[in-house]
C-alpha cells in the first residue's frame, strides 16, 4: 500500500503571513503519487501568492519523495521555480 502525506498548518487560516501559512512539506512513498501531490500543494499556496502579490512559489525536493512547496520572495511574482536540495 502507497501513502501520500500532507503536512498542511494547523493554524487558521486568519494567520495570514505566519511562516506556516507560508510553506507546505510532502511525504510520498510512490512516484505516482509525487506530480498529484505537489500540484495540489502549488495550488494551495497560489492563492496565497495572489493575495500577497509580491512573492512567488518555490518547489524544493528535499531528498526522494520529500518536498517543500513555500512562497519565495526571491521568486518573481506569479512564477514557481523548482529546486534539488544539496
Do not use: K
Amino acid at each position: 500500500m502507497s501513502t501520500a502525506t500532507m503536512e498542511r498548518p494547523t493554524a487558521s487560516s486568519t494567520a495570514f503571513g505566519s511562516s506556516d501559512s507560508r510553506s507546505i512539506h510532502l511525504a510520498f512513498t510512490s512516484a505516482d503519487q509525487v506530480h498529484d501531490g505537489l500540484e495540489s500543494a502549488v495550488e494551495t499556496l497560489i492563492e496565497t501568492a495572489a493575495q500577497e502579490g509580491t512573492c512567488g512559489i518555490r518547489v524544493t525536493r528535499i531528498e526522494p519523495g520529500r518536498y517543500t512547496v513555500a512562497l519565495d520572495e526571491s521568486v518573481p511574482f506569479g512564477e514557481t521555480h523548482e529546486d534539488i536540495a544539496a
